[in-house]
């Protein structure tokens, strides 16, 4: 699936929920984040640790025939569950193809308005990461 098909269908999962009751969708998020693909504890380290998050949030990002496959962990359950989202949507992705992808995605669901400033600090690192990867990845090829 290409990653704005990904993005709207985590769009439309959204719009499920009343949009003035955002305990539905913290629980959702949260419920994401117990599917989120698992670290393997060998890359749990500083050297994978997202800068700019309050809570810990570690990332790894491997190319597997051209493409990037990510796999994170967090120490807070709603944190899980915005790595889980944005692994989703980026996972199994062409690096060029995540180097061109926008975000407007986050916004549409409205997610970054009901965030704290530092976990909203903490997902623009997520992406950034995300991104740094795809860049790093793309540049060898």
Known sequence: MKI???QREIIDEFSMFDEENWDERYQYLIDLGKTLP???EQ????EN???GCQSKVWL????????ITFTAD???ILTKGIIAILIRTFSNQEPSEILKADTKFIDEIG???HLSPTRANGLVSMIKQIKMYAL?????N
């Open 111 to 113: 997610l970054k308005e």
């Open 43 to 46: 890359y749990k380290t500083d």
């Open 60 to 67: 790894h990002g491997a190319e597997n025939e051209g493409k």
């Open 74 to 76: 967090s120490d807070a």
């Open 49 to 51: 640790l997202i800068k």
């Open 4 to 6: 704005q098909e990904i």
């Open 38 to 40: 698992l670290i393997d």
């Open 136 to 140: 790093a990845f793309d540049s060898k």
